[in-house]
């Protein structure tokens, strides 16, 4: 991280290369494990401009809250672990959270209606083999099983499906808990080619995974409702318990990477890493409840990540890294959505890496990500909002403790 994440599938300087690239392996000559954690503290400022239920009477008439600040501090922890098996097989095995969000917006702001809490969490378990074919050029392959959690919970105008209580006052909505989960499975392949001692390339491409996710949903309505009110939300519209279910495809992603040391003491490291995120379109949550399907256009298009980095090795113990990178977003402000209000993002990072034994290291990094200024103008069920994202920002912390196990 302190180098922005440049040159991750070339460097191959301890065991998460497994992850970054499977042929990488090749480069850890004794059986290594690494621990870590990454630690983001994201920021954004919402402000809604204007709000309207499905009659088209002014939400922001009655909200308590037209400003909120959607983005949370979340952990991503890491398991990497690579065994040589001898000089030409290398195996590896890791743990990771390769994709993940968080938005929470309070029950009574003017967004309730498109989101409250969003969640989206995966865990990524991932075996590996690496050849190495020569001094020059090695392979590794690996499968990836992954689990994927969601919660995707809303407010619902229940006071404007039941017409003995025309009101917009948010004491009348009715809660939506929705939650759903699965496993899914995918591959990933890379390739590093050592071009001389100090320089080398790495191409890493991993599969798209395919989730049906399925759970439950879960409808609160408030007792200020009477039993025929109850009746008429429960059985004409919906709003009651029962299962949901939703298909998304989390995209592929090829990484080209590379590494050069300059001197003894100075390295450089750059990156370019495709994602395809056009395969997520829609997002849409089918009920059992009788509640109608809910859609969330995304209409995300691909993107592209640029990094580059260097490291400075003042003595034999340690390395000083920094990074720079611009990360585009799969969204713009045509499509942008309450629950995954995404922009493009630049960072600038630092990082330390020292060496206690010839076994134990620890490496620390830092990166200040400023995410860009963004609107939102969407429509679903009726419902309309629209506003602005501003004094968006992210600050990371990592740290990864490093042991070679013989």
């Known amino acids: 991280m302190g180098e922005s994440y440049a040159g991750a599938g070339s460097k191959a300087d301890d065991a998460s290369i497994e992850f970054d690239n499977p042929a990488g392996m090749v480069r850890i000559k004794k059986q290594e494990l690494a621990v870590s954690t990454v630690a983001v503290n994201a920021h954004s400022t919402f402000k809604a401009t204007s709000a309207t239920n499905r009659w088209g009477d002014d939400v922001l008439n009655t909200a308590t809250k037209t400003t909120s600040h959607p983005l949370t501090t979340n952990y991503l922890p890491a398991i990497h672990y690579v065994l040589p098996l001898n000089q030409q097989w290398y195996f590896g095995f890791g743990v990771t959270v390769p994709f993940g969000l968080e938005t929470n917006y309070a029950k009574d702001s003017a967004a309730r209606y498109f989101g409250t809490d969003s969640k989206i969490e995966t865990v990524n378990i991932n075996p590996s083999l690496a050849y190495a074919f020569n001094d020059h050029f090695s392979f590794g392959l690996g499968l990836s099983a992954q689990y994927i959690h969601a919660d995707l919970d809303q407010m619902v105008d229940a006071a404007s499906l039941a017409p003995s209580k025309p009101s917009t006052a948010t004491n009348m909505d009715a809660e939506i808990d929705n939650e ?88 450089m490291m750059a990156s370019a890493t495709y994602t395809r995120w056009r395969r997520f379109k829609d997002l849409t949550m089918e009920f059992t409840s009788g509640l109608s399907d809910a859609t969330i256009h995304e209409n995300f298009h691909d993107t592209m990540k640029y990094a580059i980095g260097t490291d400075y090795r003042p003595n034999s113990r340690t390395i000083l890294r920094a990074g720079l990178a611009y990360d585009q977003s799969p969204t713009c402000n045509k499509y942008r959505t309450i629950p995954l209000p995404d922009a493009s993002r630049q960072w600038a990072s630092l990082g330390l890496k020292y060496m206690f034994t010839k076994t134990f290291a620890i490496d620390l990094g830092y990166a200040y990500v400023h995410i860009n200024r963004g609107s939102v103008d969407q429509t679903s069920s009726g419902n309309t909002i629209t506003g602005n994202y501003r004094h968006s920002y992210a600050n990371l912390f990592g740290a990864q403790l490093n042991w070679v196990l013989g």
């Open 180 to 267: 759903a989960h699965d496993w899914g499975f995918g591959w990933n392949a890379g390739i590093l080619y050592q071009f001389t001692p100090n320089t080398r390339v790495g191409l890493t491409y991993r599969s798209k995974i395919h989730h049906n996710a399925k759970g439950k949903s879960k409808v609160t309505i408030p007792d200020s409702y009477d039993e025929m009110d109850k009746e008429v939300l429960e059985n004409t519209y919906g709003l009651k318990d029962g299962d949901v279910s939703t298909k998304l495809d989390l995209p592929e992603t090829i990484v080209l990477s590379g590494y050069h040391d300059i001197n003894q003491a100075w390295a």
